[in-house]
Antibody
Framework: QVQLVQSGAEVKKPGASVRVSCTAS????????IHWVRQAPGQGLEWMGW????????NYAQKFQGRVTMTRDTSISIAFMELSRLRSDDTAVYYC???????????????WGQGTLVTVSS | DIQMTQSPSTLSASVGDRVTITCRAS??????LAWYQQKPGRAPKLLIY???TLESGVPSRFSGSGSGTEFTLTISSLQPDDSATYYC?????????FGQGTKLEIK
């Protein structure tokens, strides 16, 4: 399986953008779909979308369409999630996570990063 | 969108108890359901997928069942380390969704 390490906490103003990185090690980076899931303080989990590093293909939750962009750099095994036009209710811990099986989109998440707290405040 | 509803929202039980958490989907999802355990300040951990398949390394006291719209997670003999919040998640469609969580406390 893959180990994931995310970038550090961010503080942003409303209207700004944030980019969170997710560095993979331990297995073939391009083999696993990478999902992004967020969790507002004291709240539940919310799926945002996935990127398939092998092709660069993406699929975003409808809620985030137009505001989220997921990319990857296969040369250094990093995935990125950028969220634009930030609002206060985007304050959350953002996780990257890999799909359970290699080369398949199954939709459940086996390896998780440690999470990145993004705070949106004026 | 498919809505996932868990019950109860909170649960208090004693070590050794058998505990059951229920998850209901707003429409049929066959067996496309996973369960996660999350402890404070930590990322979620996959426990079960395909409604009843135990993830590698997860203790056998955890089990899952159900299909269609109603599912259960059972802990056969509660241990102190099981204190956590548990989430179900459907993955039948490309827009995945989670239940609101069940917080399990040890008496």
């Amino acid at each position: 399986q893959v180990q994931l390490v995310q970038s550090g906490a961010e503080v942003k103003k409303p209207g700004a953008s944030v980019r969170v990185s997710c560095t993979a090690s331990g297995d073939t980076f391009t083999a696993y779909y990478i999902h992004w899931v967020r969790q507002a303080p004291g709240q539940g989990l919310e799926w945002m979308g996935w990127i398939y590093p092998n092709s660069g293909g993406t699929n975003y939750a409808q809620k985030f369409q137009g505001r989220v962009t997921m990319t990857r750099d296969t040369s250094i095994s990093i995935a990125f999630m950028e969220l634009s036009r930030l609002r206060s209710d985007d304050t959350a811990v953002y996780y990257c996570a890999t799909d359970r099986h290699m080369w398949q989109l199954r939709g459940y998440f086996a390896s998780w990063g440690q999470g990145t707290l993004v705070t949106v405040s004026s | 969108d498919i809505q996932m509803t868990q019950s109860p929202s909170t649960l208090s039980a004693s070590v050794g108890d058998r505990v059951t958490i229920t998850c209901r989907a707003s429409q049929t999802i066959s067996s496309w359901l996973a369960w996660y355990q999350q402890k404070p300040g930590r990322a979620p951990k996959l426990l079960i997928y395909q409604a009843s398949t135990l993830e590698s390394g997860v203790p056998s006291r955890f089990s899952g069942s159900g299909s269609g719209t109603e599912f259960t997670l059972t802990i056969s003999s509660l241990q102190p380390d099981d204190s956590a919040t548990y989430y179900c998640q459907q993955y039948i469609r490309y827009s995945y969704s989670f239940g609101q969580g069940t917080k399990l406390e040890i008496k």
